[in-house]
Nanobody
Framework: QVQLVESGGGLVQPGTSLRLSCSLSSDRPFSTYAMGWFRQAPGKDREFVAG???????????SYLDSVKGRFTISRDNTKNTAYLQMNSLKPEDTAVYYC????????????????????WGQGTQVTVSS
């Protein structure tokens, strides 16, 4: 059984930063999961925000939604069983519920961008960017 717990959301002003955390509990090592962040704004479909392979930190092992490139950074600490989403220069259009997702994979550098390919989800954390 896999459990994901997100934290770090909140209400912030435009131009500021937030860091989301996602802790994973599982019988399998955290390092065997590809991780992703998705978001869903009211009235919109859930969209991919960022993904990271098992070997996070290796060049090419991350992927981002175009509108967050250069502002958001996904990372992972395999010693803490935790993935992160650092969000800088936040904009009102970033307002959404953010979800963490995990999928076990044999491939070290696989990045999963499709929500249906993730088998495990967190409960979501609200991020509101407003002045």
């Amino acid at each position: 059984q896999v459990q994901l717990v997100e934290s770090g959301g909140g209400l912030v002003q435009p131009g500021t930063s937030l860091r989301l955390s996602c802790s994973l509990s599982s019988d399998r090592p955290f390092s065997t999961y590809a991780m992703g962040w998705f978001r869903q704004a009211p009235g919109k479909d859930r969209e991919f925000v960022a993904g990271i392979g098992r070997r996070g930190g290796i060049q090419g092992a991350t992927s981002y939604l175009d509108s967050v490139k250069g502002r958001f950074t996904i990372s992972r600490d395999n010693t803490k069983n935790t993935a992160y989403l650092q969000m800088n220069s936040l904009k009102p259009e970033d307002t959404a519920v953010y979800y963490c997702a995990a999928s076990w994979t044999r491939t070290q550098y696989e990045i999963i961008k499709v929500a249906d390919q993730y088998s495990n989800w967190g409960q979501g954390t609200q991020v509101t960017v407003s002045s």
